[in-house]
């Protein structure tokens, strides 16, 4: 069956902890976004990994898995009744994570992967394709394509900046008027541009104290959506705790992000 294309009226945020440190915490950050993004007119869509198969070290937090995490999970979704998002590393993954997830990821490394792609497409869900840091813009009209193979236009485009030189990303903002070309909303991952990639000692360091200008630009520009990796303490978190955002920034961004709308929409 075909699908319609993915289309929200509502800007779309998508944020939660970088992985499942263990089931509390999962629920009460959920719980806490749930609470902040209620007041703002927004699709929020609740994000945590489950695996974090791409980690610099090996020594490296991963998750608590397939399993154990959807089940953390499906909690979530239950409790609350918030959209939920998590990614996919590999084919056998796509099953069993959509019979819980409202939308599946394609990391930014992964986005080249054409079985992964084809096989989040079939399960009929939202499939967000995070572009690769190594990739131009235009350059993902072949993963769009990969998806639209099996009838599914339901698509995000994530854009989360590019390799410069080493250990340095950036995010190129006339990307994001590129993106759209493709036909889909497009989103910014504000936390993961933040990244230093593989600068710290043990893997990614990174400058969150850009959260705030960087996605005030974002919305100048017109994007459709941000995403934000959240939690209550960043520097003690298991993953990404150098470009993690705390509630109270969160509530920030948002308040500015709506402001500047509010003036373009006038």
């Given at each position: ?21 263990n ?6 950050i ?7 993004t209620?007041v703002y007119?927004?699709?929020?869509i609740?994000?945590?990994s489950?695996d ?8 490296s937090?991963r998750?608590?898995?397939l399993?154990?995490?959807?089940r953390?999970?499906k909690?979530v ?15 056998s993954?796509?099953?069993p ?14 986005c ?20 690769g ?7 993902m009209k072949y ?24 250990h ?21 991952d504000?936390t ?7 600068a ?19 919305a ?17 978190a ?5 470009t993690?955002?705390n ?11 709506f ?6 929409n006038a």
């Amino acid at each position: 069956m075909k699908t319609k294309k993915l289309k929200s009226k509502r800007f779309i945020f998508i944020a939660g902890p970088c992985v499942i440190e263990n089931e509390k915490l999962t629920l009460d950050i959920a719980e806490k976004l749930k609470k902040i993004t209620s007041v703002y007119p927004v699709d929020f869509i609740f994000k945590a990994s489950f695996d974090k198969a791409n980690r610099t070290s090996l020594k490296s937090f991963r998750g608590p898995g397939l399993k154990k995490g959807l089940r953390v999970l499906k909690k979530v979704k239950d409790r609350f009744k918030v959209k939920i998002l998590s990614d996919v590393h590999c084919v056998s993954q796509v099953k069993p994570a959509a019979e819980v997830l409202d939308v599946i990821q394609i990391p930014a490394f992964l986005c080249r992967q054409t079985d992964l792609l084809l096989e989040a497409a079939k399960t009929g869900k939202a499939v967000n394709i995070k572009k690769g840091q190594f990739l131009a813009p235009e350059d993902m009209k072949y993963a769009v394509q990969k998806i639209e193979s099996c009838r599914n236009r339901k698509i995000l485009l994530t854009e989360r900046g590019v390799c410069f030189g080493y250990h340095n990303l950036v995010v190129d903002f006339k990307s994001f008027g590129k993106l759209r070309k493709l036909g889909y909303p497009v989103i910014f991952d504000v936390t993961h541009s933040l990244q230093l990639p593989t600068a710290g000692k043990s893997g990614a360091s990174g400058e969150r104290e850009y959260a705030l200008p960087l996605s005030k630009a974002a919305a100048a520009f017109g994007v459709d959506g941000i995403f934000c990796e959240v939690h209550p303490d960043p520097e003690k978190a298991l993953s990404d705790s150098s470009t993690s955002i705390n509630f109270k920034e969160v509530e920030t961004i948002l308040n500015q992000v709506f402001k500047i709308m509010g003036v373009l929409n006038a």
